[in-house]
């Protein structure tokens, strides 16, 4: 069992930079393949980047490369969420999870344990 506890949201302007982190406790931390999601209202949960264990592989969604970055330090059970040139549209609510297989995968149903999220607002 591994139990995601997510930080770090909160309101900024469009142009703006903010850092989600993500801490884990329970099992080891270094195996998991650790993913971001967001949800906005009224809309489905999609995906924003993973890490493999070690963060030598990472994956982004379109709309993300170039401004996210993820990134994980082991030794802290953490995943970090760099966000830089936020926009309104990034305004969701952001999820960590962990996923205990090999491969990083980018589907929200092949992880297996969830954080309660965290808001994020970008203002116009």
């Known amino acids: 069992q591994v139990q995601l506890v997510e930080s770090g949201g909160g309101l900024v302007q469009a142009g703006g930079s903010l850092r989600l982190s993500c801490a884990a406790s329970?099992?080891?931390?270094?195996?998991?393949?650790m993913g971001w999601f967001r949800q906005a209202p009224g809309k489905e949960r999609e995906f924003v980047a993973a890490s493999n264990w070690s963060g030598g592989i990472t994956y982004y969604a379109d709309s993300m490369k170039g401004r996210f970055t993820i990134s994980r330090d082991n030794a802290k059970n953490t995943v970090y969420l760099q966000m830089n040139s936020l926009k309104p549209e990034d305004t969701a609510v952001y999820y960590c999870a962990a996923d205990d297989s090999l491969a990083v995968v980018t589907i929200a149903p092949s992880y297996d344990y969830w954080g309660q999220g965290t808001q994020v607002t970008v203002s116009s």
């Open positions: 329970g099992r080891t931390f270094s195996s998991y393949v």
